[in-house]
């Protein structure tokens, strides 16, 4: 939770996460199923299907159980975004790096005339209601973008944090806890056989969902709050919420 989301390791024989990165940005690009915006690297990256892979999620019973759902902003996640507003959930997005105390944005699907534009990134932020912790209700799903993804569930993110961050602060919050259901969405070509170096902070996926199949791996122990030491005096100053909570 420092200044990236590399963690710490899964073994002798882990991989570096950074690699898969670039290797995964690399193959969707070559392989022509990454979709606007271009390039995919650098960012968590659309791809054919998302869609799809939406649809496939909102079979799941951590779905359809679900009235609030903490969501992410990238663009393979709209379809997500969108279809959990027409569900008739609330959904919560962070403010980008959490710079705001109101580090939060609440769409309200009784609030919202025009779900289509609330649930984009630059949308969201204009129809969307910026709230403070205090403010948000608890999540019953949280939904995350992902570069690459173990089958076991070990998330790559795009090495900034902000993704786990926003979950340990949830947890810091008792807005979730460890059987809250963590979701990612992505395409085949993001899922990964191989062991990923990873960090006590960081947050497995117990929900896999691409077009084509659903996996949900064995529950691995999830963060239960921030880790101070892993953050910077740099992000401590950029993010209010957190010298609220470490003064609290």
Not at 25 to 36: N, P, T, Y
Not at 119 to 140: F, I, L
Request: aromatic share 4%.
């Amino acid at each position: 939770m420092g200044s990236s989301d590399d963690g710490d390791s899964a073994g002798s024989d882990a991989i570096d996460k950074e690699s898969v990165r670039e290797r995964i940005w690399d193959d969707l690009e070559e392989s022509g199923e990454a979709r606007f915006p271009f390039p995919p690297h650098g960012r968590i990256p659309n791809f054919a299907g998302a869609k799809e892979a939406a649809d496939q999620l909102a079979e799941q019973p951590e779905w359809t159980e679900a009235t609030t759902i903490k969501a992410n902003p990238d663009a393979p996640q709209l379809p997500v975004r969108r279809r959990a507003l027409r569900e008739g959930k609330t959904v919560y997005m962070a403010v980008p790096r959490l710079r705001d105390e109101k580090c939060f944005l609440k769409l309200d699907p009784d609030e919202l005339e025009d779900y289509d534009a609330a649930t984009t990134v630059s949308g969201s932020s204009k129809h969307g209601e910026q709230v403070g912790p205090e403010a948000v209700d608890r999540v019953d799903l949280i939904v995350s973008g992902s570069v690459a993804i173990t089958e076991t569930g070990g998330r790559i993110g795009k090495g900034e944090g902000y993704s786990d961050l926003e979950y340990a602060v949830l947890r810091e919050l008792d807005l979730v806890d460890e059987t809250t259901p963590v979701a990612t969405t992505v395409h085949e070509r993001q899922v990964i056989d191989e062991p990923v170096a990873t960090g006590a902070h960081d947050v497995a996926m117990t929900l896999v969902v691409t077009p084509e199949r659903v996996l949900r791996p064995e529950a691995s122990e999830q963060p239960d709050g921030i880790d101070w030491d892993l953050l910077t005096a740099e992000r401590l100053a950029e993010i209010p919420v957190l010298d609220r909570l470490d003064s609290s």
